[in-house]
């Protein structure tokens, strides 16, 4: 007789993300994911097969659930130049909250894990190529409204801005003061003037 599932796994999920974000993969033991999820080892290992396959349903988790929120700002089919400073404005703003301090979880597993872990590695490459790509949008869209010059770069520019995007979150994660993080926005977003 099957058993019957006593939790709801994207409840658990989402609790167990949050542990791997705060702690990262490594510092995360099974123990702490029980404690956090409420859910007995033998039950996240029944729909998770492992530490490991929780962290990288943890990583998609992160992508829908918190990437969707921010990146639908730029992904937006009439995304502009103004959706991708209301992008920057929002990334600083939630980095002084207590989940923002904490930075990317991407980013962190950027460093992290995906130097020697192929899954997790495809999971930030997927992450990092949709930022592109709304930054792309939003770009190509300012571009042919005419906010930006015809030679304008996109793909460099929309190169840029993932990168630093993915430097704020580092920045975020080491506690460094908001106005720091506003000044760093404020000089990338000046070369889109």
């Not at 993300?17 to 702490?32: C, H, L, P, R």
């Not at 590695?121 to 939003?138: D, S």
């Not at 975020?172 to 106005?179: D, H, I, L, Q, T």
């Amino acid at each position: 007789m099957p058993r019957i599932r006593e939790f709801d796994p994207d409840e658990a999920l989402d609790k167990a993300m949050k542990v791997f974000w705060q702690k990262g993969y490594a510092n995360t033991s099974i123990e702490d994911l029980v404690s956090a999820t409420g859910v007995s080892r033998y039950g996240l290992y029944d729909e998770f097969e492992n530490k490991h396959g929780l962290f990288l349903a943890a990583l998609d988790h992160y992508q829908n659930a918190v990437g969707g929120t921010l990146f639908g700002i730029v992904e937006r089919s009439g995304a502009s130049l103004t959706d991708i400073r209301a992008y920057f404005a929002k990334l600083v703003e939630l980095s002084s909250s207590e989940m923002g301090k904490l930075g990317c979880l991407m980013a962190n597993c950027a460093s992290e894990m995906a130097p020697h872990d192929e899954g997790a590695a495809i999971k930030v490459e997927k992450f990092r190529a949709r930022l592109q790509l709304g930054f792309r949008n939003a770009l190509s869209n300012a571009k042919a409204a005419g906010e930006l010059p015809a030679q304008f770069d996109v793909e460099s520019v929309a190169d840029f801005l993932t990168g630093v995007m993915q430097g704020l979150s580092v920045i975020a994660r080491s506690r460094a003061n908001p106005k720091m993080m506003a000044n760093l926005v404020e000089v990338a977003l000046s070369h889109l003037q």
